[in-house]
């Protein structure tokens, strides 16, 4: 799954533990969220590294 969807699903999850007075599915939905925040700034990390590192390949081409 992906982060956002994660989010989307404990979101959801949540709301129902909140409405049927369940702790537990309530807890389970802040942790898909929070799973969901996870995932989305480890993909966020990712592509900013390949960003640099596309841009020191960049930076190492020969100059004429």
């Known amino acids: 799954m992906t982060g956002t969807s994660d989010k989307v699903k404990g979101s959801i999850k949540e709301a129902a533990g909140k409405m049927t007075g369940d702790r537990r599915t309530e807890a389970e939905g802040k942790t898909d969220q929070a799973k969901g925040e996870v995932k989305n700034a480890a993909r966020d ?10 841009s020191l390949k960049d930076d190492d081409a020969p100059r004429r």
């Open 45 to 54: 990390v990712k592509e900013t590294a390949k960003g640099v590192r596309d």
